[in-house]
Every structure is written in structure tokens, then in C-alpha cells.
T-cell receptor, first 115, second 114 residues
């Protein structure tokens, strides 16, 4: 009965490198959400995906950031050419359906540090 | 700007006391949810209250919702040291293009001392 699994838990990158964050939703969940949390702040929505489709990417920066949720395998959040300001905790959440009254199940996050 | 803001930002109480946290939001909502976050961990869902509900209980938790004031409160009764965590409210808007995208408040850091 595994929950939402995110890896790696910690990721260190130098400015200009690429960061790839992975998220495996709970079994039976086909809806995935990515959030970013800066220190001492709440989470901010980035992108919402269903299998093979991006439904809402209104919170994701237009440049350098991309997300996917392929038919097979985990959801990937990719950040290209990272900058210091990308340092944050990135959380993935999943839900079984799209209904607005369903709670989301969160992973423990990936803490990204940019040197 | 944040949709929700919690008040107070930080709260320190003794074990056994009650803890009350408040949340204000700005737009019309479908529901409001409360989550707990332990240090270095992900968020754990605590309770969900729909816009047509005024009060809800779950164990030692009591949540109220006042849609006219766009505010909610979370009460934790008989607090324990294990309740030490950050607590966030999150709203789901009435109008959504799909899914239940959450808009989080800034959080209340609760410390329960022995």
C-alpha cells in the first residue's frame, strides 16, 4: 500500500545543469499535481497532469520548466538550465479522480539545491 | 499573492491545551481543506469541509467555515507533542477547468511543549 513516491529526496545541481524530478502516484491514481514550496512558505501549484495529458500548467514558468506523465512510468518534472532561484522543495500529489472534493495524497518531496 | 493566509504564523502551547488556527481566503470556493506538514516531510490531509457545511469534526479536530467572511478555523483539542507541525489551509475554487488544484495559505507553525 505504497503512498506517493518521489525521488530523489535531495538533488544538488550547479547553475546551468538540468534537474529531473520523478513522481510515482499512489496505485490506482491517474491524476498528478506538482507544487513548489519555498522556505517558510506554503505550497504553490505548478502543473496538473493526467496520463499522457497536461490539463493545467498555469502555475509553471513558461521557460525552462516542463512536465510529463507518460502512459507507463512516473511523472517527470524537468527543469533545464537551473538557476539559484529554482532552489526549493518540489512536491508531487496524486488523486484517483478529478473531482474537486477529493483530498490529495502527497509525497515527501524533492529538495533541490542549486550551487 | 496567496489565496489563503493563516493566523497566527506561529503558535506555542503546552500539551493538553487547545490550539486554534484561522485561515482567510479571497475567492468563492468549492471546499476548504486542512493539511499538516511535519518538518522535512510531505503534507498529510486532515479534513475537508464543503462550502455548504459550517462545521465538521474528526477525532480531536474541529473545523468551521464561514463563507460570508471567507474564513475557516481549525481547532485541535487536548494537544499532544506529536501535533507539533505546520498546518496549512487549502482551497479549491468553484470554477475550475478540471481537477482539484489546491491554493495554499502561508501556514501556521504549531509547537506543543511538554
Amino acid at each position: 500500500n505504497a503512498g506517493v513516491m518521489q525521488n530523489p529526496r535531495h538533488l544538488v545541481r550547479r547553475r546551468g545543469q538540468e534537474a529531473r524530478l520523478r513522481c510515482s502516484p499512489m496505485k490506482g491514481h491517474s491524476h498528478v499535481y506538482w507544487y513548489r514550496q519555498l522556505p517558510e512558505e506554503g505550497l504553490k501549484f505548478m502543473v496538473y497532469l493526467q496520463k499522457e495529458n497536461i490539463i493545467d500548467e498555469s502555475g509553471m514558468p513558461k521557460e525552462r520548466f516542463s512536465a510529463e506523465f507518460p502512459k507507463e512510468g512516473p511523472s517527470i518534472l524537468r527543469i533545464q538550465q537551473v538557476v539559484r532561484g529554482d532552489s526549493a522543495a518540489y512536491f508531487c500529489a496524486s488523486s484517483p479522480v478529478a473531482a474537486g472534493d477529493q483530498p490529495q495524497h502527497f509525497g515527501d518531496g524533492t529538495r533541490l539545491s542549486i550551487l | 499573492s496567496q489565496q489563503g493566509e493563516e493566523d497566527p504564523q506561529a503558535l506555542s502551547i503546552q500539551e493538553g491545551e487547545n490550539a486554534t488556527m484561522n485561515c482567510s481566503y479571497k475567492t468563492s470556493i468549492n471546499n476548504l481543506q486542512w493539511y499538516r506538514q511535519n518538518s522535512g516531510r510531505g503534507l498529510v490531509h486532515l479534513i475537508l469541509i464543503r462550502s455548504n457545511e459550517r462545521e465538521k469534526h474528526s477525532g480531536r479536530l474541529r473545523v468551521t467555515l464561514d463563507t460570508s467572511k471567507k474564513s475557516s478555523s481549525l481547532l485541535i483539542t487536548a494537544s499532544r507533542a506529536a501535533d507539533t507541525a505546520s498546518y496549512f489551509c487549502a482551497t479549491v475554487p468553484i470554477l475550475t477547468g478540471g481537477g482539484n488544484k489546491l491554493t495554499f495559505g502561508t501556514g501556521t507553525q504549531l509547537k506543543v511543549e511538554l
